[in-house]
């Protein structure tokens, strides 16, 4: 309930008097009708629904996809379902096909870590021909960015893991052979107390000026691709010390965009520079 109540309030993140409003009589709601004592408490880097650690990576503007390996067998999928047929997404299908014996490989090196269980790794596929509108858009070849591998119940999303993970170094950032790499963090992490109003305007403000600082470059793609250009905005992980399902992620995992990827039109009265936020 506190979750779906804490959706509620950033949801309704909008830019009136200033880039970015948050509409605290919700939030005054919201703590009334909930117990926070009632609630553990928690220190910076802990799993909690009062006070949380976030980090954050650039959103890749493509379209999300995965490589999902279950009983031995690799298959390629869109956000919703596998890859079968002549279902292409926009030539993934292929782009996994031509790698089985990479992901091969790959499960072999992992065997004893995965113990049968499926393995997805999550990314965005984009480049030329997948999406238009940011600097990533301009690649003259197609990759796939990755940033989750979810191992059963257990979610990856250290940059530096998921390198060890899919290259066996935790220092490599990218396959160039294979056109596949890891997104890495775009931010120091930053505390989140929800039970402090004030210390929440501050959040949302330094949240305006993160992706507003985005939607004008990308640096990953300036400086992984050397392409000066727009980017989609950022998405805040929760940085917890122990394993994270993906349960956990879900919930406390929330994009930002700038006004160049609003995900509606501005309504009358509200001013561009809006930055929007979802779960």
């Given at each position: 309930h506190f979750m779906r109540g804490l959706r509620s309030v950033c949801s309704t993140m909008c830019a009136r008097d200033s880039p970015i409003s948050l509409r605290l009589s919700l939030l005054t709601a919201l703590r009334s009708s909930v117990s926070l004592a009632s609630l553990p408490y928690i220190h910076t880097h802990t799993h909690i629904y009062i006070l949380i650690s976030s980090i954050t990576c650039c959103t890749v503007h493509g379209s999300n996809a995965a490589i999902n390996i279950q009983h031995d067998q690799i298959y390629a999928q869109s956000r919703n379902e596998l890859l079968w047929g002549d279902k292409s997404h926009y030539g993934f299908k292929q782009f996994v096909d031509a790698r089985q014996q990479l992901f091969r490989t790959l499960l072999a090196r992992h065997a004893t870590r995965i113990k049968g269980r499926e393995v997805i790794v999550f990314g965005e596929w984009c480049g030329k021909g997948i999406m238009q509108g940011a600097a990533i858009c301009s690649l003259t070849k197609n990759i796939f960015a990755i940033f989750a591998v979810q191992i059963g119940e257990h979610v990856i999303i250290e940059p530096r893991d998921l390198s060890q993970f899919m290259f066996d170094n935790a220092h490599q950032t990218k396959d160039l052979a294979h056109d596949i790499y890891i997104i890495p963090?775009?931010?120091?992490?930053?505390?989140?107390?929800?039970?402090?109003?004030?210390?929440?305007?501050?959040?949302?403000?330094?949240?305006?000026?993160?992706?507003?600082?985005?939607?004008?470059?990308?640096?990953?793609?300036?400086?992984?691709?050397?392409?000066?250009?727009?980017?989609?905005?950022?998405?805040?992980?929760?940085?917890?010390?122990?394993?994270?399902?993906?349960?956990?992620?879900?919930?406390?995992?929330?994009?930002?965009?700038?006004?160049?990827?609003?995900?509606?039109?501005?309504?009358?009265?509200e001013k561009e520079g809006e930055l929007q936020c979802a779960f």
């Amino acid at each position: 309930h506190f979750m779906r109540g804490l959706r509620s309030v950033c949801s309704t993140m909008c830019a009136r008097d200033s880039p970015i409003s948050l509409r605290l009589s919700l939030l005054t709601a919201l703590r009334s009708s909930v117990s926070l004592a009632s609630l553990p408490y928690i220190h910076t880097h802990t799993h909690i629904y009062i006070l949380i650690s976030s980090i954050t990576c650039c959103t890749v503007h493509g379209s999300n996809a995965a490589i999902n390996i279950q009983h031995d067998q690799i298959y390629a999928q869109s956000r919703n379902e596998l890859l079968w047929g002549d279902k292409s997404h926009y030539g993934f299908k292929q782009f996994v096909d031509a790698r089985q014996q990479l992901f091969r490989t790959l499960l072999a090196r992992h065997a004893t870590r995965i113990k049968g269980r499926e393995v997805i790794v999550f990314g965005e596929w984009c480049g030329k021909g997948i999406m238009q509108g940011a600097a990533i858009c301009s690649l003259t070849k197609n990759i796939f960015a990755i940033f989750a591998v979810q191992i059963g119940e257990h979610v990856i999303i250290e940059p530096r893991d998921l390198s060890q993970f899919m290259f066996d170094n935790a220092h490599q950032t990218k396959d160039l052979a294979h056109d596949i790499y890891i997104i890495p963090w775009a931010t120091e992490p930053m505390r989140i107390d929800f039970q402090h109003v004030t210390q929440l305007e501050h959040v949302v403000q330094e949240l305006t000026e993160h992706v507003i600082a985005i939607d004008k470059t990308d640096p990953w793609v300036r400086e992984e691709f050397g392409i000066e250009g727009v980017g989609e905005g950022l998405v805040w992980y929760p940085v917890l010390p122990d394993d994270m399902s993906m349960r956990t992620l879900s919930d406390m995992l929330f994009k930002t965009k700038g006004p160049s990827h609003a995900m509606v039109k501005h309504k009358r009265g509200e001013k561009e520079g809006e930055l929007q936020c979802a779960f």
